[in-house]
């Protein structure tokens, strides 16, 4: 069983979220988390959106079909994104290029997981978390790219990502 995270993180409405999401996904990158405590995998993106969508306080996350944590996603019906201080670079790096199928990512790096209230799972390091309850997903498609040059450009060998869009069901910010 994972400590609870609310001792470490206060809620906050996702509307009231100063941080520079453009910032924050590009150039700092985040965690997307699926499973539950005793079995999760995360792995480090730095592609997403957030947003409003069907009136609810949305974000997409993309996790292409041979990662590790596609599993997670489809099974389980939550995920989080865990956004985290520039010093943990090594760490995010550390999880974007290594498989949770060879190795445990929290013990290797020092993160320490956390329950979310939900039942989902984050890191004590978080600054920012965002938990999201999936309402669609698909995949992306060649057909689709009105600019057939971006998906030659991305998915050379037409490995392309799923998408999850999720509703912000919680949204907490580290004390």
Known sequence: MLPIMDTLFDPIAPREISENFFRLIDEEWFLITAGKPGDFNTMTANW????????????TCFIRPHRHTFGFAERYDCFTLSFFDYRYREVLDFCGTHSGRDIDKAAQTGLKPLETAQGNVT?????????????????????????????????????????????????????
């Open 48 to 59: 997403g959106t957030i947003g409003i969508l069907w009136n609810k306080s949305i974000a």
């Open 123 to 175: 890191f004590e390091q978080a600054r920012l978390v965002l938990e999201c309850r999936k309402i669609y997903a698909d995949f992306l498609k060649a057909e689709s790219f009105i600019i057939p040059q971006v998906a030659l450009k991305n998915y050379p060998r037409g490995d392309f990502h799923k998408f999850f869009i999720g509703e912000i069901v919680g949204c907490y910010i580290h004390k």
